[in-house]
């Protein structure tokens, strides 16, 4: 299984990003996802979860500003992340919270005026 993460980039605070989150070989359909991040000099933390009847749930630092979701037709995954702070830059990544796959490279998210 390979995961995919893209979408990251330089924004200033306050902005918006989304992230998607591509996969072979793994139906999302099928099984729940999260985000995670990792900032530098820090463990990686889970951000948000999406199960598999659509329910979710986030980390308290991102409650309200995020939203996780998918597509089981495109088989995406997405972070629609807004009111971005500098403390969220971080790598970003996808992967299945109960036995995950092997980590993907992320995409790079950097808040920064």
């Known amino acids: 299984v390979q995961l995919q993460a893209s979408g990251g980039g330089l924004v200033q605070p306050g902005r918006s990003l989304r992230l998607s989150c591509a996969a072979s070989?793994?139906?999302?359909?099928?099984?729940?996802m999260a985000w995670y991040r990792q900032a530098p000099g820090k463990q990686r933390e889970w951000v948000a979860n999406?199960?598999?009847?659509?329910?979710?749930n986030y980390a308290d630092s991102v409650k309200g500003r995020f939203t996780i979701a998918k597509d089981n037709a495109k088989n995406t995954l997405y972070l629609q992340m807004n009111d971005l702070k500098p403390e969220d830059t971080a790598v970003y990544y996808c992967?299945?919270?109960?036995?995950?796959?092997?980590w993907g490279q992320g995409t790079q998210v950097t808040v920064s005026s």
């Open positions: 999406i199960f598999v009847g659509g329910t979710t």
């Open positions: 992967n299945r919270p109960d036995s995950p796959f092997p």
């Open positions: 070989r793994i139906s999302f359909r099928f099984n729940a």
